[in-house]
């Protein structure tokens, strides 16, 4: 019976870390679109794409394939570059800058060339992924305190939100601050999905108290629809740039998801393939370019809510994240 009764269950914590990491990921998905400059919608198709096709492919039980915010830099550096202001010409660039992405990785799948991540030095890698963490966190400010600034660089960037401290929200830093403080609190207790009861929490409060009529910024609706698979229609100049631009965004994206994927086999004694990785990640951005999403890849902070202590997760990579990211998209207007 009390075998019977423990099989009933086994799937439980599987669901609690696909919810706990749907939580964290759409957010973070819809965050890393505006460090692109594209619509939010892309970074949850690149989501879903990176989920999917690394379950299919990858080997890590813990790496969780998504929109970085190094390649979302890269892109939007990129895209800004080339598209000289036309938003039609800027998706379009992206699409292509994806695509091509994809199409190395494969290319270099198939010859065999995992090694190429040693050409990074992982110091550069790291304080890139630190100094891009702050700014995310420096442009999720204004949801927070409820203001805007009106210059982009940094320095008057703050000035703007510091000037403006007579018009800040309570209400939103109230949110903020006892979201932050109930995952720091719960850090050590590794049975709790504190990311997850944050979550809820948020949504309860959203849905009792009404937290948007008091000023507070919500994740909001996303217009999530899919269209046909389609290649973006460029100049061969354009397609030649881009392709410059791909190598750059393979080199990022490789150097940081393989660091992530073997740390996490080394601690857990999983085997790992180099160029089995090269091919997953080709096929995740080729996917996500086709269907308008971002660069893909697994970063330094997406896969940690997934390895909690003890027996590793019996589930294929990505399989309760990527069907509780679309179950749990719906809830994105109740997100603060």
């Known amino acids: 019976m009390a075998a019977t009764q423990a099989t009933s269950y086994a799937w439980l914590p599987d669901l609690v870390a696909g919810l706990s990491v749907a939580g964290l990921l759409i957010p973070e998905s819809v965050a890393y679109s505006s460090i692109a400059a594209l619509p939010p919608q892309y970074g949850v198709i690149a989501l879903l794409a990176g989920l999917g096709c690394y379950g299919l492919v990858g080997r890590s039980r813990y790496a969780i394939v998504s929109a970085t ?17 036309d938003g039609p010409l800027r998706l379009a660039l992206a699409s292509g800058l994806i695509l091509l992405t994809g199409v190395f990785f494969l290319a270099a799948g198939m010859a065999r060339l995992g090694a190429i991540s040693e050409f990074i030095a992982k110091p550069v890698l790291r304080g890139f992924a630190f100094g891009l963490a702050l700014v995310i966190i420096i442009k999720q400010l204004p949801h927070i305190l409820g203001v805007q600034a009106r210059h982009d660089d940094i320095l008057r960037y703050g000035y703007d939100l510091l000037a403006q401290y007579d018009r800040w929200n309570p209400t939103g830093i109230g949110v903020g ?37 008091h000023g507070v910024a919500l994740v909001g609706g996303i217009d999530l629809r899919f269209n046909l698979p389609s290649v973006p229609e460029l100049s061969r100049n354009a397609w030649l740039r881009l392709g410059e ?41 080729l996917v996500s370019g086709l269907f308008a999403g971002m660069p893909v890849g697994a970063g330094y902070s997406a896969p940690r809510p997934t390895s909690p202590p003890g027996p590793a997760p019996a589930w294929r990579p990505g399989s309760p994240p990527r069907w509780c990211c679309w179950w749990c998209s719906p809830c994105c207007p109740m997100w603060p």
């Not at 309860?204 to 009529?213: C, M, P, S, Y």
């Open 69 to 85: 915010s190094s390649s979302a830099a890269v892109l939007a550096a990129a895209t800004a570059a080339l598209a000289a202001g």
């Open 177 to 213: 601050f006892t979201a932050l403080a109930l995952l720091f609190l719960l850090k050590s207790f590794s049975r709790i999905p504190a990311s997850l009861l944050a979550i809820l929490l948020g949504i309860a409060a959203e849905r009792f108290l009404g937290l948007d009529r």
């Open 245 to 285: 631009l791909a190598f750059a965004m393979v080199f990022v994206l490789y150097a940081e998801s393989y660091s992530s994927v073997r740390s996490f086999a080394l601690k857990h004694g999983d085997p790992v393939s180099a160029d089995r990785e090269l091919l997953a990640l080709g096929l995740a951005n």
